[in-house]
């Protein structure tokens, strides 16, 4: 068994940080994925190496990409995790030219946000 490194110990961090966004609790995820609690405890300890297949498993039940939780996208462990769909929402956005439909758009965006956002958040 090969041992565990600094890159193990950041999945595992990335893992606890994308389940608790998700308000998921530990023995959720560990059920989904067919471990136990302890092992995936493990896992986000970075104790334990997890597999390609497991993290796969992982990341399609916490709804990122496994690229995500692997660190190959300028991610901060702790900070947000984008879905697929709002990476491509941004990418689509940041290719319509600077003017009033770009700003129209973000207007859009920011005023439907605002009236599901939940009480006392910032509205920009």
Same mark, same amino acid.
């Given at each position: 068994? /090969? ?12 893992? /606890? #940080?994308?389940?608790? !966004? ?11 994925? @067919?471990?136990?609690? &302890?092992?995936?405890?493990? %896992?986000?300890?970075? *104790?334990?190496?997890?597999? #390609?297949?497991?993290? =796969?498993?992982v990341a399609e039940h916490l709804a990122v990409s496994a690229d995500d939780l692997l660190g190959l996208r300028a991610t901060d462990p702790s900070g947000p995790i984008l879905?697929? =769909?709002? !990476?491509?929402?941004?990418? *689509?956005?940041?290719?319509? &030219?600077?003017?009033? +439909?770009?700003?129209?758009? %973000?207007?859009?965006? +920011? @005023?439907? =946000? ?8 910032? /509205?920009?």
């Amino acid at each position: 068994m /090969r041992s565990v490194t600094e890159a193990d110990q950041a999945i595992g961090q990335r893992i /606890r #940080a994308a389940r608790r !966004r998700q308000g998921l609790s530990l023995a959720t995820l560990a059920e989904a994925v @067919a471990v136990t609690s &302890p092992q995936m405890e493990k %896992y986000e300890g970075g *104790a334990n190496p997890i597999t #390609a297949a497991r993290l =796969a498993r992982v990341a399609e039940h916490l709804a990122v990409s496994a690229d995500d939780l692997l660190g190959l996208r300028a991610t901060d462990p702790s900070g947000p995790i984008l879905s697929d =769909a709002a !990476r491509a929402l941004a990418e *689509a956005f940041d290719r319509l &030219p600077e003017g009033q +439909l770009k700003e129209g758009v %973000y207007r859009l965006v +920011l @005023a439907a =946000a605002a009236d599901i956002a939940p009480e006392g958040r910032e /509205r920009h």
